[in-house]
């Protein structure tokens, strides 16, 4: 079992909707990060957060919203997806933000665009 | 620049064979780290090991080992008398102050069959 818990683990939404990608860690880690994912290719970083505010944005889209509410949560807001964002999404923290520390994964949300 | 390189996109083995998987890394910085990660079908990628450049010391754990060479930017990683659940995508990755983020090779598939 991960101790990086993603919701929901697969979504499936119209290029209208809203929706919400949830991470959770209880590990006392200060750096989370979203990163996506296609098909037979490696991640790619999207955003950073450090002691719950934004540190890195990897110019992504203002179609995702990223938001800290809490050192443990981290949650990415959806909203007018195109079908190249079907992809998927994953969580990950590290007990600061510095090179040195491993970066720990959730499961992912496997995420689809109609 | 950081590049990461992994020339071997699958590699399939029987159960029990040894197997070696490259890793091949650019970088102008002085300082840097190394890491393995697997990433099994269900999707989180799990860390597997981390290296610093100024530690060229070989490391073994259990039937995983790691072969660090500065003078040839290599970080190759070999699973000894491989078992069928070694079968995932691993991929090396590369963390440099400059890029301040990881850099992924492309990820080698390894198949490993009874």
């Known amino acids: 079992d991960t101790e990086v818990t993603q919701t929901p683990k697969h979504l499936v939404m119209g290029m209208t909707n809203k929706k919400s990608l949830k991470c959770e860690q209880h590990?006392?880690?200060?750096?989370m990060y979203w990163y996506k994912q296609k098909a037979k290719k490696p991640p790619e970083l999207m955003f950073v957060?450090?002691?719950?505010?934004?540190?890195i944005n990897e110019s992504v889209p203002s179609r995702f919203s990223p938001e800290c509410p809490n050192s443990s949560l981290l949650n990415l807001h959806l909203h007018a997806l195109q079908p190249e964002d079907s992809a998927l999404y994953l969580c990950?923290?590290?007990?600061?933000?510095?090179?040195?520390?491993?970066?720990?994964f959730g499961d992912g949300t496997r995420l689809s665009i109609l | 620049a950081q590049k990461v390189t992994q020339a071997q996109t699958e590699i399939s083995v029987v159960e029990k064979e040894d197997v070696t998987l490259d890793c091949v890394y650019e970088?102008?910085?002085?300082?840097?780290?190394l890491f393995w990660y697997k990433q099994p079908p269900s999707g989180e990628l799990v860390f597997l090991i981390r290296r610093n450049s100024f530690d060229e010391q070989n490391e073994i754990s259990g039937r995983y080992s790691w072969n660090f060479q500065k003078s040839t930017s290599s970080f190759n990683f070999t699973i000894t008398a491989s078992q069928v659940v070694d079968s995932a995508v691993y991929f090396c990755a590369l963390y440099t102050g400059t890029a301040s983020k990881l850099t992924f090779g492309t990820g080698t598939r390894l198949q490993v069959t009874l």
């Open positions: 970088t102008r910085d002085t300082t840097y780290y």
């Open positions: 957060y450090s002691y719950e505010k934004l540190s």
């Open positions: 590990m006392g880690h200060r750096a």
């Open positions: 990950a923290s590290s007990q600061v933000l510095q090179g040195a520390q491993p970066q720990h």
